[in-house]
């Protein structure tokens, strides 16, 4: 508040003294051009006076125009010279010392021509506030209301009118101050009165305000902007107390619902990792209960006596077998749900690695032709990961397009593409992303929500564990990278796996 106190009072000072300061300059304006005047008429009377004195005959030094006490007379009244022609066709006479470059002579024609008085100005003189005129030059007939008669000019320094303002600036300065001093008091104490004691009287009342206070703002007596202001402020904050009050309700009305939902996500947790749990339990017991219902025949079998050697030997091997099935199996749950090791992972060039996956899946036999082919766009390829697991990862999703193929009816394009190109994250991390493509018989929609889920397969049984997906979706994303499918039913499927590049490498 003294801030405030502090600019208006300044400006305040600052708007007076300018105005104060134009003032005085008019009314000095004012003065001079007054002056003037004054020297004009005062000249005319001794332009009137001179051409009353003037001696007869013609000027000499034995005959001098004026007498001495006239001469005095001019010299006190500030007169430079006077000039006169008693007709146009006489001499020009001149007493004083006229300056050169302040010629009387256009002015001597122009009075003798005229019956008029003929003024002008010659020269500017600083008077203490600003630039003036310095001589005064003026000419009349010789005599008046006749023309063609003579004329009688003067030059006169215009300093007295100069002086007389020079004079009044300490008093023009110390009226100037002692005005904006008493209207800068006048007027900052009025507006202390109007503007300061009502505004910190509102800032005391918000202040001291409680909640429990109805109407913190006290209207006064007096009608007027602050009287309205402190209505204003007291609406306002009735405002603000019911809209506390509403936004204290929903608050809690929010709080409570955000319990109910927290109470119920917990449950839906719960009840998911119970479904994830009966699934799983289910998928190990059809996967490992059929291989183990499987060596239980063949153990009965080779307990009988009257069994040949050979079938022995074969039954052993597909008791084996099955034994090698249940390993896979417990070893891709333990891929599954196993931490990535730091201490494992290596930088891998992906572009070797699916070359030569290729050429190992190209002499399998299918029940029809498959057409490879690879575009390798990447420029950069290498990523930090497993390298077994990477290996398992790529050649799952190549088996599995030979699969889909091999469900299709015979088809003149049976074809997997395998294309890569790199890429910037939207965490501006550059990634290679790679993109295994084939003609398969494609995937449902709804199988495609479940596609990365553990024991899921839509193979025959014996025929997929439903843990190759799995495993891949858990190592891609241990690694930094993603793995989604795009697939339509009877039109193929896509497999795109983004990998960031190992930090040794650049795009």
């Known amino acids: ?23 005085g300059f008019v009314i000095l304006m ?15 009377n001794l332009l009137y006076f001179a051409a009353a004195s003037i001696a007869p005959g013609e000027v000499s030094a034995n005959n001098p125009p004026f007498t001495d006490d006239i001469q005095s007379f001019f010299n006190d009244n500030g007169i430079l010279c006077l000039q006169w022609q008693n007709s146009p066709d006489r001499p020009m006479h001149s007493h004083g010392s006229c ?14 021509t005229s019956t008029k008085t003929q003024t002008g100005y010659s020269g500017m003189s600083w008077n203490g506030f600003f630039l003036s005129k310095q001589y005064l030059l003026i000419a009349t007939p010789l005599i008046p209301d006749q023309t063609n008669q003579g004329a009688i000019a003067l030059i006169r320094s215009l300093d007295s009118v100069s002086s007389s303002i020079r004079e009044t600036r300490k008093i023009f ?25 009502p505004i910190e009287r509102l800032s005391r009342l918000a202040d001291s305000r409680t909640d429990l206070d109805a109407t913190p703002f006290l209207s006064g007596e007096r009608l007027g902007e602050f009287t309205q202001l402190s209505l204003s402020l007291n609406r306002l904050v009735t405002r603000i107390d019911g809209d506390k009050q509403e936004l204290r309700h929903s608050v809690e009305s929010l709080k409570k619902a955000n319990d109910e939902l927290q109470k119920n996500r917990d449950e839906m947790i719960r009840a998911e990792k ?67 090791v730091t201490s494992s992972a290596e930088t ?11 050429q190992t899946v190209r002499v399998r036999k299918t029940r029809l032709p498959i057409r490879y082919s690879t575009d390798f766009q990447a420029t950069a390829s290498e990523v930090l990961s497993d390298s077994d697991g990477l ?29 890569t190109e790199n890429m910037v994250s939207k965490n501006e991390r550059n990634c290679i992303i790679t993109t295994i493509k084939d003609t398969g018989a494609g995937i449902s929609k709804e199988n495609q929500e479940a596609i990365f889920d553990p024991f899921f397969t839509t193979k025959e049984v014996g025929k997929g564990t439903g843990l190759g997906l799995a495993v891949a979706h858990n190592l891609i994303k241990k690694s930094g990278g993603t793995i989604s499918i795009s697939s339509k039913r009877g039109r193929g499927t896509s497999v795109i796996i983004t990998l960031p590049l190992s930090l040794s490498q650049k795009k």
């Not at 091999?406 to 049976?414: G, H, L, M, P, R």
């Open 1 to 23: 508040m003294h801030t405030l106190k502090v600019q208006l009072g300044l400006t305040l000072s600052v708007l007076l003294f300018i105005s104060m300061l134009l003032f």
């Open 348 to 358: 891998i060039d992906i572009h070797p690695l699916l070359t030569n996956l290729i």
């Open 391 to 419: 290996r398992q990862v790529f050649l799952n999703c190549i088996l599995n397009s030979i699969d889909a193929i091999e469900e299709t009816v015979d088809s003149a394009d049976n074809s997997i593409s395998i294309h």
């Open 173 to 197: 300065f110390a009226y100037l101050i002692i005005n904006v001093l008493i209207f800068t008091t006048i007027g900052f104490t009025r507006l202390i009165n109007l503007v300061i004691k």
């Open 30 to 44: 004012l003065w001079q051009r007054n002056g003037i005047t004054q020297e004009i008429r005062g000249s005319e």
């Open 274 to 340: 119970l479904a994830s749990i009966g699934r799983l339990s289910a998928g190990l017991a059809h996967e490992i209960g059929n291989p183990l219902g499987i060596i239980q025949g063949y153990i009965d079998l080779l307990t009988e006596q009257t069994l040949s050697n050979s079938d022995r030997k074969a039954f052993s091997k597909r008791a084996t077998q099955e034994l090698d099935r249940i390993n896979t199996l417990i070893r891709n749950l333990l891929d599954l749900s196993r931490t990535p």
């Open 99 to 112: 300056p050169e470059d302040l010629p009387l002579a256009p002015l001597l024609s122009a009075a003798a």
